[in-house]
């Protein structure tokens, strides 16, 4: 069975730190999405990553995806108040019937302190 | 506004009711998704259009959940006999084709008393 794992899952952090969140996931897959999800609210799409070696950067969000590791980080760079928000991973993988599917990750829930 | 739109964004309802939600997604995705979200997990997938097929089911749909694309464009989750546990956030989402990016809509929460 697929598994897309978050951590941490809690972060609480101090305004101006950096930190990085990993996703990793258990099957073959070269397409990862990075997600922002506000409290009651929907998915906000933040980076697509599809490949081995993709990076992108939004402002002081960095995302990055390692296909032979299985691994995606979220970097984030001296974090304000404004990224507070639950942070999600979804792994798009070919299942048998040759459909791609979204697995999610358990999320990461980000807090910042002024 | 050309997101995908869901309609109602909540609702309450009583143990035993049926309730319908609808999926507005964009205009030219031919793909589209309904997710169950409970507090604190993330989006589980519950099933997929692709036009107006439903492709696929998951095991969490049981059978007083059905879904319909009609025409290929809105989608409606319909539950029936609700139950408390079906208390959840609904997500749906669109994309053009398979292997795309999702595109979410602001979801239905849905509160069974």
């Known amino acids: 069975e697929l598994k897309v794992e978050q951590n941490p899952l809690f972060l609480s952090m101090q305004e101006g730190k950096n930190y990085t969140i990993y996703c990793n996931y258990s099957?073959?897959?070269?397409?990862l999405y990075w997600y922002r999800q506000d409290p009651g609210k929907s998915l906000e799409s933040l980076f697509v990553?599809?490949?081995?070696?993709a990076v992108k950067q939004e402002g002081r969000l960095m995302a990055s995806l390692d296909t032979k590791a299985r691994l995606s980080t979220l970097h984030i760079t001296a974090a304000v108040h404004d990224l507070s928000a639950t942070y999600f991973c979804?792994?798009?993988?070919?299942?048998?019937?040759?459909?791609?599917?979204?697995?999610f990750g358990t999320g990461t829930r980000l807090k910042v302190l002024a | 506004d050309t997101g995908v739109s869901q309609n109602p964004r909540h609702k309450i309802t009583k143990r035993g009711q049926n309730v319908t939600f609808r999926c507005d997604p964009i205009s030219e995705h031919n793909r589209l998704y309904w997710y169950r979200q409970t507090l604190g997990q993330g989006p589980e997938f519950l099933t997929y259009f692709q036009n107006e097929a439903q492709l696929e089911k998951s095991r969490l749909l049981s059978d007083r959940f059905s879904a319909e694309r009609p025409k290929g464009s809105f989608s409606t989750l319909e539950i029936q006999r609700t139950e408390q546990g079906d208390s959840a956030m609904y997500l749906c989402?669109?994309?053009?084709?398979?292997?795309?990016?999702?595109?979410f809509g602001p979801g239905t929460r849905l509160t069974v008393l």
């Open positions: 099957t073959t897959s070269d397409r």
């Open positions: 990553l599809l490949s081995n070696g």
């Open positions: 979804a792994v798009d993988t070919l299942d048998l019937s040759g459909t791609y599917k979204y697995i």
């Open positions: 989402a669109s994309s053009l084709g398979s292997g795309n990016e999702q595109f």
